[in-house]
């Protein structure tokens, strides 16, 4: 643990852009204890919030290539305001939309610490994700944009609903939270009904139930 920390030390010690996006390594990486290893990383994650606006460009920098994103996103959020951490993600999930990673949930990961209630400019940029080719990208994206009901979500959901017959998780996931949120899918009854999971059926009114529910 000496060593880790002293290493660090050096590094944030240092300064430069590619010391402190170094020192962010260590939130890769996951000892056997994990006692220690929270406290460790609770640490850097405080001497690192110190070091103020420098860490900004490493945070951006380890956002687009590492996945183990909790704690840079927790120093970022502390360092700038609400807009500026929201734009800094929306910018990174833009940049990374479309190209093929090596762990295609890190775009689901990303969106899933974007802070709700979602701004239109975060609704903009998430509706977008409702295409992703990723199961978890997709339902990461349904979540964060129900938070707030409006009607073009609402229609992009119905859609997406009658579109994924190849896949059933995504479906049964839009499905349920329109049974929960008491959504019509009017003007869409007829395709929505062909395209229901197994377990729900549609009211006269186009509300989604499950079979066996009363009401």
């Given at each position: ?16 852009e ?70 800094h993600?929306?910018?990174v ?8 990673l ?18 239109a ?7 977008t ?65 062909k ?6 059926y ?14």
């Amino acid at each position: 643990p000496l060593g880790r920390y002293n290493a660090a030390g050096r590094l944030i010690q240092w300064g430069t852009e590619e010391a402190l996006y170094a020192a962010l390594q260590r939130f890769t990486i996951q000892l056997p204890s994990i006692t220690i290893d929270q406290q460790e990383k609770e640490e850097l994650s405080d001497r690192l919030t110190q070091c103020g606006r420098a860490m900004v460009q490493p945070i951006l920098k380890y956002l687009r290539q590492k996945t183990e994103i909790r704690w840079p996103c927790e120093i970022l959020r502390r360092l700038v305001s609400e807009e500026e951490y929201t734009d800094h993600l929306l910018q990174v999930l833009q940049e990374l939309q479309g190209r093929h990673l090596r762990d295609e949930e890190h775009k689901a990961r990303l969106i899933q610490v974007l802070i709700k209630p979602a701004s239109a400019k975060s609704q903009e940029v998430v509706l977008t994700f409702l295409e992703d080719d990723n199961d978890e990208v997709v339902l990461s994206a349904v979540e964060f944009l129900a938070s707030e009901e409006n009607d073009v979500l609402r229609q992009r959901l119905i859609h997406l609903l009658i579109q994924s017959d190849e896949r059933p998780r995504v479906k049964a996931w839009v499905a349920q939270l329109f049974l929960d949120r008491n959504w019509s899918v009017r003007p869409h009854i007829s395709e929505v009904e062909k395209a229901l999971p197994e377990g729900f059926y549609l009211t006269g009114k186009g509300l989604i139930r499950r079979k066996g529910m009363v009401g």
